[in-house]
């Protein structure tokens, strides 16, 4: 069986060359933390995830700090209930990259996302953007979903790929399945 191009693509981003990516993380740890790009740099990426190369589809790239979420400790006289630090986030990096990308283009709708890189500050994504009062995505039957009013602000409700693995909806076949609703919705029920 022959191979096509996306398959060799798919197998250079497995082991991307050292050399290159260091020279494009220092270009992109100088720009801004949101920025639009003219192509995807992972064209297969994009392709599976939803992307075509027509009006009202573009892509971001967004910028997040790595580390850990600790909210920083209080330094003034406060109660003792404040004081707590390993508070964690329940969002994974990628769901935030995308909230920015969102927030900076707030007539356009998160499709989807993918991990182009990281160095020892930043992890960098590639976010899918549509806008949905595009002609163009209105008459697309794979994205005209996207302009109807209940997909409005998917991924600040929870609705994207990232952020439902985030909320622990990614079914897999060696995980017990959530329940829902959780043990604690139930307490909170009453039951």
């Known amino acids: 069986m022959v191979n096509g191009l996306a398959y060799y693509l798919r197998q250079a981003w497995k082991k991307p060359d050292k050399e290159t990516l260091r020279k494009r993380m220092i270009e992109w740890r100088a720009g801004e933390a949101v920025v639009?790009?003219?192509?995807?740099?992972?064209v297969d990426?994009?392709?599976?995830?939803?992307?075509?190369a027509k009006k009202g589809v573009f892509v971001v790239r967004s910028r997040v700090i790595r580390g850990g979420h600790r909210r920083p400790r209080p330094n003034k006289a406060r109660i003792g209930r404040r004081?707590?630090?390993?508070?964690n986030l329940k969002m994974n990096y990628q769901q935030i990259a995308?909230?920015?990308?969102?927030a900076k283009y707030p007539n356009?709708?998160?499709?989807?996302?993918?991990?182009?890189?990281?160095?020892?500050m930043h992890y960098f994504y590639e976010v899918i953007m549509v806008d949905r009062t595009a002609p163009e995505i209105k008459s697309d039957r794979q994205l005209s979903f996207v302009s109807k009013p209940a997909n409005n602000a998917r991924i600040f409700r929870g609705?994207?790929?990232?952020a439902t693995k985030a909320r622990g909806l990614h079914n897999s076949p060696f995980k017990v399945p959530k329940v829902?609703?959780?043990l604690r919705?139930?307490?909170?029920?009453?039951n």
């Not at 990426?45 to 075509?52: C, E, F, N, V």
């Not at 609705?159 to 990232?162: D, I, M, R, V």
């Open 45 to 52: 990426r994009a392709h599976s995830l939803g992307y075509k």
């Open 159 to 162: 609705l994207t790929s990232a």
């Open 98 to 102: 995308e909230q920015r990308a969102a």
């Open 185 to 190: 919705a139930n307490n909170r029920q009453g």
């Open 36 to 42: 639009r790009v003219e192509n995807p740099l992972r």
């Open 83 to 87: 004081m707590h630090t390993r508070l």
């Open 108 to 120: 356009c709708e998160v499709l989807n996302s993918y991990w182009v890189g990281k160095d020892g």
């Open 180 to 182: 829902r609703p959780s």
